[in-house]
């Protein structure tokens, strides 16, 4: 999902910026809603996965596509699936590009020894690169926010709960546990946000049955000032809520990319992965990235996604302060 979410500035980019230029954009189902309010982009739902296993499945939907006519072919992921599919089209004659990942200096950026510690182009600009590749005009800093989604009869009586407080959302959890800023840390920020601030209002966010019993737990807070929304909504009423939100608190994941969709302010809170693999929020302030002590764990970051820690990795959280984040929350 934080995938798809990043490339919805670029795409935007493309269409504001090229004339007569309009974008197709590929992926599950699940992801339509992110693009529904640009003009010029047609989503085309394909769940590749279950619709179009195998090299067959993969020639079946080449097929399906090629129907649509396209002039050029954009791989924003470069995974076994898009490669075999690119490469139908580029055996038929169509103008391919794809994204240069940098996984060769993502390696040496998280590799123990000789560890090149340096910031590396953004996800956000190798996506772009992907269309300049193709011949068209990309600037990201002249790409404004989404604007602000409709709101259903359910979601503004939702909203109208909450009065004129200050909303924070808090999304803490990750695909993997070295992005996870560990949850009495995430109770120990909330506690100390409901008594800094009488007029705050927190909306937690989450997927799954997991997560969602776990977000239970933190709304017993305090019912009266947070609600857990984790499998209650649909992720277009999801968005609805996220772009109406005074600030994000997010991990490395996917819901700080949604958030930075609409120009909210997002604090994320980095472990093992960091902001110089590429992958911060869209136009998002480094102030408002919260980072370890890398004086005291120089190993940092281990992965580009999270997956690989170190023994001991849990003393990484305690060099991170609770009073930092709520700090970065409360500011204007």
Do not use: C
Request: charged share 25%; glycine share 8%.
């Amino acid at each position: 999902m934080g995938d798809v979410a990043m490339a919805v500035p670029v795409v935007k980019a493309v269409v504001e910026q090229n004339e007569n230029v309009e974008i197709l954009f590929v992926s599950r189902p699940f992801f339509s809603a992110f693009f529904k309010n640009i003009p010029n982009v047609n989503f085309i739902g394909k769940d590749v996965k279950k619709q179009y296993k195998g090299l067959k499945g993969l020639y079946l939907l080449f097929k399906e596509l090629k129907r649509e006519n396209p002039d050029y072919i954009a791989d924003l992921h470069d995974v076994i699936r898009s490669k075999v599919l690119r490469l139908f089209f580029k055996i038929s004659g169509f103008k391919v590009g794809s994204i240069n990942k940098g996984r060769r200096e993502k390696k040496a950026l998280t590799r123990r020894e000789n560890k090149i510690f340096k910031p590396l182009k953004s996800t956000h600009e190798r996506y772009a690169d992907v269309f300049r590749n193709l011949g068209l005009k990309v600037d990201l800093t002249k790409v404004k926010p989404l604007p602000k989604p409709g709101l259903s009869t359910q979601i503004k009586l939702f909203l109208d709960t909450f009065g004129d407080n200050y909303l924070i959302g808090i999304a803490p959890f990750a695909a993997h546990e070295g992005k996870q800023y560990p949850l009495e840390k995430i109770e120990k920020v909330i506690n100390n946000l409901l008594e800094k601030n009488k007029n705050l209002s927190i909306v937690l966010f989450g997927g799954g049955t997991k997560e969602k019993q776990l977000l239970n737990g933190l709304e017993k807070i305090n019912r009266n000032r947070i609600v857990n929304v984790a499998g209650t909504f649909s992720l277009e009423e999801e968005l609805q809520i996220i772009s109406r939100l005074n600030k994000m608190l997010s991990m490395d994941s996917g819901n700080g990319h949604i958030a930075t969709l609409y120009g909210i302010q997002v604090v994320s809170v980095w472990g093992a992965t960091h902001p110089f693999a590429g992958f911060m929020p869209f136009s998002q302030l480094k102030i408002n990235q919260v980072l370890p002590d890398l004086n005291k764990f120089p190993q940092l970051p281990t992965s580009i996604y999270g997956n690989k820690t170190f023994e001991g990795f849990q003393q990484v959280w305690e060099s991170i302060s609770v009073d930092e984040i709520v700090e970065k929350l409360l500011q204007n």
